[in-house]
């Protein structure tokens, strides 16, 4: 589950800005064309510091925009002021304002004040990590930063830049999926190989036995609560309480733990691969909110099934191959939405791609195949926005992977095979972008679409760059390798 192929960790990166939508009017889009500047069009990672610039972890070098120009930080086997590895995974900013780059080589700190580089490696005279591929970035409320790497935990004196030694870590020889600071003495750490947790007064790690089994448990996710830690698991759910003690009336086993969600009346919503679980406050045990469904070929497509909390707390959760679902904030009250071939207003197809709320709390669900369905509140109803080959002014296809509204209400669409179109609700009109054309227009495959909080829309395509648009003046740019470029490193 966790050890997922580039374009799906491409993808995470993006789902997770998808849902960002400042509000301005009178803004035209016009088509977007393509320009060299990215590095490398596999972007990894994508981060705003605290003084605006978007920062792109590629595999071919590290890219700082400005919202003009492109600055891309390459590796330098002989010049230390440099990026350990070119190939960028994971990005964060320290309390202190300095960033820290993670790669499958070493890990990088970034002085943006005299834009120095510091490198931090396992391997020759600095022997500093345990593995030089970072897979996550912590920094706790004693000013340490915690490295997760492929094979080991690490810590660092943010100020000092000195390593922390701590007792017992080479026992946590595993890759580490997660780390989370639950008080001022504990840090949980989630490995493939178990619970580990780190105590500040003995200065060590110890492991946590969550069940009375000999099996290693492989740790998925860490939410914390106002009075626990939720722990998802390859092999169950567990609820622990202050003195991290597994909590047994809420021990549920058998199940593969995907997402926890904790919404805002504090019920707990828990995707698996085979269900959809919930409890609320006050409730003892979980209830099974959505039973079990079959997968179809499409969960090797996108293997995290759609899951949204929309503007009046009610949860949606798309699944591949048994419909939709609507479950109200009490989670007592279950809807389930399913294809009918004899009523036209039923969910175009059963297996979904995506779900989006727009501004006006309008739930829109793009598909496997069957274009975008709309859903009507009062009539429990869905219109339908689908391809016709005889209508210009209809999809372009209907694989859809992305939805996007702009701050003109425009509804932007990436579909898997047709390229990008823009919907013009307020007209019913569509406006396709022909990717057959010219070889500079974008990848004919769009997984994601965001606007951010500067009006500057971004486009990530299937292996064909990332793609920038300024509504304001109207210029675009397509970033993509340089190809002229044969630095290895």
Known sequence: MIHQKPILLFLSILLSLGN?????NNIRFKRITINDGLSLSSVYCIFQDSNGFMWFGTED??????????????SDPDNLNTITHKWIEQIFEDSKGKLWFGSRGGLTRFNPVNEQFTQFRGIGSNKTLTNDTITHLYEDSHNRLWIGTLNGINCIDIAKLSTINIKN??????????????????ILIATDIGLYSYNQESNQIIKEKLSDSQEDLQITTLVQTARSVLVGTNNGFYILDKSLKVKPQYFLKDIEVDRIILDKDSTIWISTDKALLYKTKDAVTFKKAV???????SLSINTAPPL????NNNLWFGTFGSGLFRLDPDGQRKYHYKNNSADSQSLSENSINCIFEDKNGVIWIGT??????????????FNLLKQDPLDRNSLPGNFIWSIC??????????????GLTKYQVSQDTFIRYDFRQSPKLPHKAIRKIYEDQKGLIWIGTDGDGLIRFNPMNGKRKYYKNDLNNKQID
């Open 368 to 381: 496997f195949g069957a274009g975008i369905s709309i859903y009507d509140p009062q009539l429990h109803k």
């Open 291 to 297: 039973k079990s469904f079959e997968s179809t070929n």
């Open 169 to 186: 870590s080479k026992n946590v020889s595993s890759r580490i999926n997660g780390i989370l600071q639950v008080n001022s003495n504990k």
């Open 405 to 418: 509204e702009d701050r003109d209400s425009n509804v932007w669409i990436g579909t898997n095979h047709h």
């Open 308 to 311: 949204i909390m929309d503007k």
């Open 61 to 74: 070098g590290l890219n700082r925009y400005d919202g003009r120009n492109f600055v891309i930080y390459r």
């Open 20 to 24: 960002i939508f400042a509000q301005q």
